[in-house]
Structures are given as C-alpha cells and as structure tokens.
C-alpha cells in the first residue's frame, strides 16, 4: 500500500524559513518522480515544485523559484521542500504527492499525502 | 501559468449524469494528452479520478469518465451518487521550458 506522510508544518513570520519533508513507502521511490502541491485556505491546488527519481530534475512554479528548494533522500524514502523568505501568501496546506506516467508531460498525482499545514504570519 | 477555467459548480440528483469542463490553451490542455481528474472531500487530499484524459486508475467506478476535444476537457459523471458531492479539480501539463503543471479553478459537485 502506498503512503505518503507530511511532516514539519506549523507556524512562521514573514520572510522566515521552514521545511516539510514527506515519507514515502509502499513502492520503487528511488524510481519516482516526487511532486509539492499546495492548497491555501478556501482555494484551490497550486502545482508548487517536482523532482526526478534520481534528483537530476527539479522544477518549480513561477510563484515559488528562487525562494523553495526541493530535494530527496532515496536513502530514506523520504523528499522534502525548503521554504525560504516565506511571505503571507505562501500559506497553505502542502501535499505531497507521487508522480506517474511514461514521461514528464503526461504525468499525473496518484497518490498523496494529507498534508501539512503551513502557516505565514507575524 | 494560468489556472485552468471550470464552473465553479454543478448540481445534479442522484441517478442524473454531470459534466464539468476545463478549458485551457493550445499550450496546456490542447498540446498534451496530460489531462486529469482529481476529487477532494472537505478536510481531505486530492484523489486521482481519471489520468491522460480517459483512463481510470484501479477502484474509481467506472461511471467516471473523460474526454477532450480541442483545448476543452471534460469529466462527466453518471448514475450520480451521493458520495460524488465534493470538490473536482483538472490538471494539465503546461508548455513552459521545464516541466509544470496547471490546475483548474475547481468545480463543486452538489447531489441534490
């Protein structure tokens, strides 16, 4: 059974700094193409970054590049977002999801987390 | 990297079918055979409903449908169920020069 869990979201000022790492298990990781979605309150879902299963690509919606990294360890199943220079709107639920398909422009998020709540506020 | 445009919502009683639509561009929905489907619950993740336009993934009932034609893409519903009240959302592939994804703006499902 494939599980996806979010850790590390909670509460930040403007222009601070926070990681969310999501553990994966239940299938070939180091194979998988890992993706961020994020969801702010009452809105809808916002692609926010990807990363190849080797980590030789990583991308990144407009809003976000140059502020978040992604990153994966496959030693340890597990992938994470580093969220630098946060600002207001930034907050929201990040999922983590799994990616799927042949190549990158027909993948799809099959299978995903339940999220970690990120909240950007002084 | 526009949202895609759905109705914000749609309605119908049980047994009836639905359809939703995303529409998008020449560089997104019209370009790719990327299109999916994704249902959310109140306070619950996305959950993936039908993946490259038409194809359902392993447990989704087969009343679920897609298709595209042009930049349009399309969910229809039928025999609607309670259960099928939620949140539905579409999602594309996007011409950029590195991979992205766009999703739509969401369409809440009512089961009258």
């Known amino acids: 059974e494939v599980q996806l869990l979010e850790s590390g979201g909670g509460l930040v000022q403007p222009g601070g700094s926070l990681r969310v790492s999501c553990a994966a298990s239940g299938f070939a990781f180091n194979t998988n193409a890992m993706s961020w979605v994020r969801q702010a309150p009452g809105k809808g879902l916002e692609w926010v970054s990807a990363i190849s299963g080797s980590s030789g690509g990583k991308y990144y919606a407009d809003s976000v590049t140059g502020r978040f990294t992604i990153s994966r360890d496959n030693s340890k199943n597990t992938f994470y977002l580093q969220m630098d220079s946060l600002r207001v709107d930034d907050t929201a639920v990040y999922y983590c999801a799994k990616l799927r398909g042949p190549d990158w422009n027909v993948l799809c998020f099959d299978y995903w987390g339940q999220g970690a709540l990120v909240t950007v506020s002084s | 990297q526009s949202a895609l445009t759905q109705p914000a919502s749609v309605s119908g009683s049980p047994g009836q079918s639905i359809t939703i639509s995303c529409t998008g561009t020449?560089?997104?929905?019209?370009?790719?055979?990327?299109v999916s489907w994704y249902q959310q619950h109140p306070g619950k993740a996305p959950k993936l409903m039908i993946y490259?336009?038409?194809n359902r993934p392993s447990g989704v009932p087969d009343r679920f449908s897609g298709s595209k034609s042009g930049n349009t893409a399309s969910l229809t519903i039928s025999g609607l169920q309670a259960e099928d009240e939620g949140d539905y959302y579409c999602s594309s592939y996007t011409r950029s020069s590195t991979p992205s994804y766009v999703f739509g703006t969401g369409t809440k499902v009512t089961v009258l």
């Open positions: 020449s560089s997104d929905v019209g370009a790719y055979n990327s």
């Open positions: 490259e336009v038409s």
